[in-house]
């Protein structure tokens, strides 16, 4: 009996995976854990019968100085639960690297009958490994020295060729930070733990079996093989899993309701669907929606990773038509064209919620879906091609109405600014802020219906919410999109001065001796040359605006942040994440010297992560 083995997993296999756990665990999902325990009992089944054969033919060993003793099929206990710690950890980095993708915009609809790309990316895949099945089963026949190598390539090769058969266009689509690195990280990683404990003779291949070919001193080739492809089982795995779930999760047509934890029968029904019937307009939809808010929104796309299915879609489609209505209006190039687009949104709601319906629990729902009728008419008819997709995917069979007619309402008083104020002349500036409550509709306008929508959309896919509860989130929830706003007003003070618009209410401007003309004039003028000495004292000025908007915004955060620990248990760590990643805006304005980019506060993606991960672990302490 010896302690060998059980010190490699105390010193290298153990320790990353506690570290991979606590970096995980807040993100953890029940979905993770089915998938782990999917992977891990698959793989232990799957390896038992190799390994067992392996060491009763004495093609490798294990010295009993170096074991603890007990064995499974002739296994020692360490090398089981090598295969289980190592099915762990490369999962959980597969986990985390690819949370923040969205599965279903990757998905790839095929033309039925015909011969395309992806049919010949599948066949050559097809045959690369069928090719290095049959040199295994060549080189197991022969015996000798490729004996192991071949045995290797007989166990794992065809593992790969299923997985690959049923998920390639995945596997191929797929950001290599879901694929290649999660392959080549643990697989770099065991080749040095492996390297040491062949040296130390932990475990021994016997010569006769063998090449004497190395990766590098101390490491067999076959060895160097035989972590690389067990890497890529687990990988390949996990892809095929996920793209079971994005199928699942994309066409409500095939799959009407989604079980939390589809069973391994729906999982393969899923994957066995051919991709010639996928809806190509909702995955393209999708494609478009996650470009947009990766590059208009990044705050809100790196939060809606932590929703779940469904409710992750919703939400991306969502802030994606929020982002479509308002950049439409904002890029008019006249009050005339700007108008025509409110009327547009709104002709498009009308029809989208032509006939209404209640629901059991009394709720005001639409009865159809945008892709149907005039609606879809509208829509092709009168928006832009890479909007229609979006606003026909706007899941308003799940929102009540009222939240985004106010949406539009709010865009209808930005209209209300006076267009023609170039911020070098003397004209007159007029809009529709005249007090602190005039900004506070604005904000509930604007801002205040996202956020009602998307509790409603959280309600929806998790139900169960009493109707006094409900009421009090609603209305929470209304207080936090004002909070976003402020903070959003706040962060675009210069831009919106660009655009001929000022949010703080005169009374505020006043108090700090501005106009409304006059803050505009030096907000461009600060913006267009290093500040001189009246520049810095405008600045001053400046920052006392700024620091009220935040303390109205903090105002509303404080009395309505509690409430998130009251929503669904699935959408409070999530709810927390998309408010905190906004709110940290705020905080970074409230610093001297905060990171500007294109005229807006900005906070650095690493500090991004870290607040979003913060926030997982629960409720932000009050300072």
Known sequence: ?????????????????????????????????????????????????????????????????????????????????????????TSLLYLLLSKPVLHSAYLVREKKGRRGRWT????????ALGLAIKKGITFVREGGKETYLGLILVWAIPFLFLLWSLAYQFLVNLPPTSTILPIALPTLYLWLVDTLALKRGTWVIESGTKTGITLWEGLEIEEAVFFLLTNCLITFGLVAFDNAIAVLNTFPSHFEKVPSLPNPALLVRALLIPASTYDDDRILGLQQSVARLKAKSRSFYLASSVFQGRLRI?????????????DLIDNATTAKEARDWVAKLKEFLDLCYADPMKTADGRVINARDPNQGAATTCVMRHFPEDAQLTLLMLPTNRMNKEPLYEL????????????????????????????????????????????????????YHYPGTSESKAKRLMAAGHDMGVALQYTNIARDLQVDAQNGRV??????????????????????????????????????????????????????YDRSVSAIEELPIEGRAPMRVAVESYMQIARELRTPGFAVKAGRATVPGWKRVGVAWNSLWGPRKRQ
């Open 120 to 127: 010949y990316i599948k066949l050559i895949g097809q045959l």
């Open 408 to 459: 539009i309402r709010g865009f209808e008083m930005d209209l209300a600014f006076t267009s023609n104020f170039s911020g070098t002349t003397t004209t007159k500036l007029t809009g529709p802020i005249t007090s602190e409550q005039d900004l506070d509709l604005y904000g509930a306008r604007v801002a205040g219906t996202v956020a009602l929508l998307c509790i409603q959309l959280v309600m």
């Open 503 to 556: 949010y703080a209410p005169p009374g505020w401007l006043k108090k700090e001796k501005f106009t409304p003309e006059s803050f505009i004039a030096g907000l461009t003028s600060a913006v267009a040359s290093p500040p001189t000495d009246s520049q810095t004292f405008f600045l001053q000025k400046l920052s006392a605006v700024r620091h009220r908007l935040l303390d109205r915004a903090f105002l509303f």
């Open 314 to 326: 919703d939400l991306i489609v969502l802030y994606s038509f929020c982002r479509i209505a308002d």
């Open 1 to 89: 009996m010896g302690y060998d083995y059980a010190l490699v997993h105390l010193t290298y296999t153990i320790p990353p995976a506690l570290l991979l756990s606590i970096i995980y665990y807040p993100l953890c999902t029940k979905l993770d854990l089915y998938k782990l325990a999917f992977l891990i009992i698959i793989a232990v089944i799957s390896t038992i019968p190799w390994d067992s054969y392996l060491i009763r033919t004495n093609i490798w060993s294990y010295p009993p100085s170096v074991v603890l003793g007990p064995k499974i099929f002739s296994i020692p206990i360490e090398e089981v639960f090598f295969f289980v710690i190592q099915t762990y950890n």
